[in-house]
């Protein structure tokens, strides 16, 4: 049996013959054989340049949806159909169904607040943004500019880095970050690394609030790029939306009215944020 020396010494030849293996080969091609080559470091212009490639105006955009909504770390969620309408960059209009016939919520979104109508209580609310925020209302998530920006992502994040004072990029194991210094805050935009589409984004207004948004598969409608399912997570308010897409039309011409909710005559708008959010849809006690 060969002593612990012999041992030692047949295992320091060989690795100092592994060692001047490795050191020829990186002579030879500059890398040991099976080392894995560095991808180039991509730049902004290369993140954005396929978004800008294919970018389309969006002037109007309807969808149908499977809906669930809920409010961060509580209990409850409502879950049903919904049609959107929106008109870029701040016109939005949610109708919400039960069972794809019974309307169970009408929601109107524009620059002076929102507008409700719990279709099956026949009551009527009405807020401003600023109401809602201060309240801390899961309404205050469903602002139009944010639930259209957070559709039409491709367009948003080309919007958004053409006026940014400063944008960098990170990489992460899976991802690149696209880091953005904006006028009204910071946007941190992940792409995947294997194709560099669009995963998710984090905005962040200047007080510090922020909203995640991740996506997941994306579709092209008349040419514009258009994701499948949206998650909405609005930190301020706890609101979270997810949207699981099943049709979209872009640019269709519609009724101007489609933008207009009327309480009937004598009926009285109530706050907004005194309306039961539970109420909404059918909950799930579940969760």
Known sequence: MPSSPSIFRFFAVALAAV???????????????????REPPPTVESLLAPLRARAQPVRTLWLRANATVSRTGRPGKAIFQATVLAQVPDRLRLRAYRNSTILVLDLLADPSGLRVCDALQKRYYASDYE???????????????????ALTVEATVLDRAAV??????????????????????????????????????????????????????????????????????????????RLDVTEYKVNADFDPRAFVLQAPAGTAWLPLDKMNFSSVGKADPSE
Request: net charge positive; glycine share 6%.
């Open 19 to 37: 060692a001047q293996m490795l050191l020829s080969a990186c002579a030879h091609w500059g890398r040991p054989p099976l080392w894995p080559r």
């Open 131 to 149: 109401t809602l925020r201060v309240a801390g209302s899961s309404w205050a998530g469903f602002s139009a500019p944010l639930l259209i920006q």
């Open 164 to 241: 940014a004072r400063a944008s960098r990029i990170r990489r992460h194991w899976t991802t690149f970050e696209l880091m953005l210094e904006l006028p009204d805050g910071r946007a941190r935009v992940f792409f995947r690394r294997n194709d560099l589409q669009i995963a998710s984004v984090l905005w962040q207004e200047p007080d510090g609030a922020t909203t995640r948004i991740t996506y997941q598969a994306i579709r092209e409608v008349d040419g514009v790029r258009l994701p499948e399912r949206v998650d909405v997570r609005h930190d301020a308010s706890e609101m979270h939306l």
